[in-house]
């Protein structure tokens, strides 16, 4: 087999590849993340790049123009080399270092526990010495002092701890301080250190989104989070959905490794960073909660995902134990445990465990809806005496996916937008308050809502073809409204949103309406029976309520209802690292759910035909519209 030498430009990277890796997977190779929104089919159109010198093959595709063919532009993915070549990566294929919206409110913010009782510890404990009538051996000795401190009967002791046990104890005269390991079902004396000066010690709360990874320092001691980061998730080269990257997962060579290094690559980054700006060693960082959606769990922990995404859709795993973090490859102290909150099926994952924990919707009277408005789409149904949930795959829309101008909620997204009925016009604002560079969900939301209501759509997402405006034109993908032209956008490129992103933003509202529909209908409920609607997702931090009603998203419910949580994900896994009684609890609520199979029978495909209306077919279903 023949191996050439490939350039990237301008990172001026190399990589040596054999002939039949296509150029998406060599840039990969040589630390370039070139987006591959479909994973490498060939369909979306995103990575393309220049071919500079040499010589290549490449298929043929419709995602490129005359001029872009002319230029030497090609797809990655579609394209092997026959010599040594030397490419060109332009920035708009890239994945962008963007920088993820944190909410920093929750850095400082103490805990809402009344006392924080984290799976990781440290307590100060004397012994009492040993004599010729109490001959005890050490490690009892230690044992029975921890019992009396801490009331833990389940104490083990790895063999690292029992090693170099009889010089600890005596050299500070039995005083010592002992590290305390939850492992469900069971506490380790993870380490055992002489004296009672000890240093400070530090877990991390870990959402694994599939676009977006976000990492939380937090105090174990004061239960603080010292400071957050977030990034993207580097598996993105692999396709922007789950259900690309299993496939990529379990049908490339070396497909598994690929992705597990990427996310851990991700990871391992943000916290490097984070320690290293806390001036912290990361062998303090004794323990980690993840939350995570089932297939980012699998990928994580390197467990096949293939069935997952086949009928009849069984994960390996919903309930994974505690594991040593480095088995799992996560960079902090080695002995650390890594403990992912449990999921509930294929499609509904420990990131909803997370979030429902966090809203207790399993304490409450109140029955509540809680819907995560994000690519999987996933809403859990219920209050403390029962508990629905399911997966409408409402598709990365609203997360800004398969939208032109779409983006996440970063700096230079339109998170607020109205359009002025009469002139068309538009008023808006950006998150950061910089140049508009795309639109996020809030503000797509905004925009189908404005657009509606001034005419220039119609029930079903067409143009009219009667309204003449400067800012209605056709564009590549036929007509198409200009919210920001190009001299005052802040990327030099007009911020427009065409038919098709609209048809393709009513599909993703219509699928999350018509999952909260079908759940109602399995329990016989009328809508009007939710008491209280609480929303995690990707969307700016000024989601419109009564936007979202008025294009038929969410139930038409008074506002006071409503709720908008942010990152629940991540703030469940603090609260899990944070409370044994917490963590305890993760694992009953997950066990408590019951999942619905949404394509079993016809009820959801049958809702979600009727809700691909703006807002729907039924009217009477938005009473407050029709007044
Ligand atoms: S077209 Fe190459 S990754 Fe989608």
């Known amino acids: 087999m023949q191996k050439f030498n490939i350039s990237f430009l301008p990172d001026k990277k190399k990589v040596f590849i054999t002939e039949e890796v296509n150029l998406l997977q060599a840039a990969a190779e040589a630390g370039i993340l070139v987006k591959g929104s479909c994973g490498g089919d060939g369909t979306c159109g995103r990575c393309k790049v220049i071919i500079k010198e040499g010589n290549y093959t490449t298929k043929q595709t419709g995602k490129l123009t005359k001029e872009q063919l002319a230029g030497g532009y090609v797809l990655a993915c579609q394209t092997t080399a026959e010599s040594d070549l030397v490419v060109e990566v332009p920035e708009a294929s890239r994945l962008s270092e963007h920088q993820v919206l944190l909410e920093e409110e929750t850095v400082g913010e103490a805990v809402s526990q009344t006392s924080v009782d984290p799976l990781f510890k440290k307590i100060k404990v ?249 690519t999987n789409g996933e809403m859990v149904l219920g209050n403390q005496d029962w508990l629905m949930a399911c997966a409408c795959s409402a598709g990365p829309a609203f997360e800004g996916g398969g939208i032109k101008c779409g983006m996440r909620a970063m700096r230079g997204a339109i998170e607020r937008l109205d359009v002025i009925s009469d002139t068309l016009d538009v008023e808006y604002s950006t998150v950061g308050g910089a140049k508009p560079v795309g639109v996020c969900g809030s503000g797509l939301i905004d925009c189908i809502a404005g657009m509606h209501k001034a005419g220039i759509i119609d029930r079903t997402g067409q143009f009219s073809s009667n309204l003449t405006n400067q800012r209605i034109r056709n564009g590549d993908d036929g007509p198409e409204y200009v919210i920001v032209s190009k001299e005052n956008s802040g990327n030099g490129q007009d911020i427009a949103l065409s038919e098709v992103d609209i048809k393709n933003l009513i599909r993703s509202k219509g699928a999350v309406f018509a999952g909260i529909r079908t759940m109602l209908r399995k329990m016989d409920l009328p809508i009007e029976i939710i ?97």
């Open 531 to 627: 008491e209280e609607i609480i929303i995690a997702g990707g969307f700016g931090r000024h989601i419109s309520i009564k936007d979202a009603i008025s294009i038929g998203l969410l139930p038409d419910a008074e506002f006071e209802k409503y709720k908008y949580i942010g990152n629940s994900s991540v703030k469940g896994a603090k609260m899990v690292l944070l409370s044994k009684t917490a963590r305890d609890e993760a694992v009953q609520l997950a066990t408590k759910m019951t999942y619905l199979e949404l394509s079993i029978g016809n009820d959801f495909m049958d809702e979600y035909v009727s809700a691909l209306f703006i807002p729907h077919t039924d009217m009477t279903l938005f009473p407050s519209l029709s007044e």
């Open 126 to 374: 004397e012994l009492p010495e040993p004599s010729l009538t109490d001959s005890m051996d050490d490690i009892e000795r230690l044992k029975m002092a921890v019992r009396k401190e801490t009331g833990i009967e389940n104490l083990r002791v790895s063999l690292n701890t029992v090693s170099n046990i009889p010089g600890i104890l005596r050299k500070e005269k039995w005083k010592v301080t002992v590290s305390l390991a939850d492992v469900l079902g069971y506490t380790e004396i993870a380490a055992v250190e002489s004296g009672w000066d000890y240093q400070k010690y530090y877990g991390l709360a870990i959402d694994i989104g599939t676009t977006t990874i976000v990492v939380n320092l937090v105090d174990l001691e004061s239960g603080q989070t010292i400071a957050q980061k977030g990034s993207y998730n580097q598996q993105a080269v692999y396709g922007d959905d789950i259900i690309s990257r299993i496939v990529h997962a379990t049908e490339e060579k070396n497909g598994m490794e690929d992705l597990r290094n990427a996310v851990l690559k991700s990871l391992n980054e943000l916290i490097s960073q984070l320690a290293s700006e806390n001036h912290i060693d990361i062998n303090v960082i004794n323990y980690a909660v993840c939350a995570g959606n089932t297939t980012m769990v699998h990928l994580f922990l390197g467990i096949d995902p293939k069935y997952i995404r086949l009928e009849p859709y069984t994960p390996a795993i919903n309930i994974p134990e505690p594991i040593r973090a480095e088995e799992v490859g996560l960079q902090i102290c080695k002995t650390a445990w890594v403990y992912c909150i449990p999921g509930i099926a294929s499609y509904v994952g420990g990131d909803i465990t997370s979030g429902a924990q966090v809203i207790g919707i399993d304490k409450t009277e109140k029955v509540t809806l809680f819907i995560d408005v994000g």
